[in-house]
Nanobody, 117 residues
Framework: QVQLVESGGGLVQPGGSLRLSCAAS????????MGWYRQAPGKERELVALISSGGITNYAASVKGRFTISRDSAKNTVYLQMNSLKFEDTAVYYC???????????WGKGTLVTVSS
């Protein structure tokens, strides 16, 4: 099993910034993908950004140019730097961890990001 612990959520004004962190512990695999999903009020959970153990990234179109995902493999930690935040970014953000052979998904409990004036 893999445990994911998120931190960094909070209340920010439009145009502000936050950095989310997620640390993984437990049965860690060298080949993995880590990232972030979010669920806004009244909407389905959606992809925000992913990063593989090889450094390949994938972003939702709505956050490209504003958010940056990175990782520290030695610490089994993934980060999401969020800049130029908008009202539409308000959501619960969930850390995501995927391993392969066999394929398994793990989720954090979520951290709330509220963008409000």
């Amino acid at each position: 099993q893999v445990q994911l612990v998120e931190s960094g959520g909070g209340l920010v004004q439009p145009g502000g910034s936050l950095r989310l962190s997620c640390a993984a512990s437990g049965s860690i695999f060298s080949q993995n993908v880590m990232g972030w999903y979010r669920q806004a009020p009244g909407k389905e959970r959606e992809l925000v950004a992913l990063i593989s153990s090889g450094g390949i990234t994938n972003y939702a179109a709505s956050v490209k140019g504003r958010f940056t995902i990175s990782r520290d493999s030695a610490k089994n930690t993934v980060y999401l730097q969020m800049n130029s935040l908008k009202f539409e970014d308000t959501a619960v953000y969930y850390c995501y961890y995927r391993v392969f052979a066999p394929n398994m998904d793990y989720w954090g409990k979520g951290t709330l990001v509220t963008v409000s004036s």
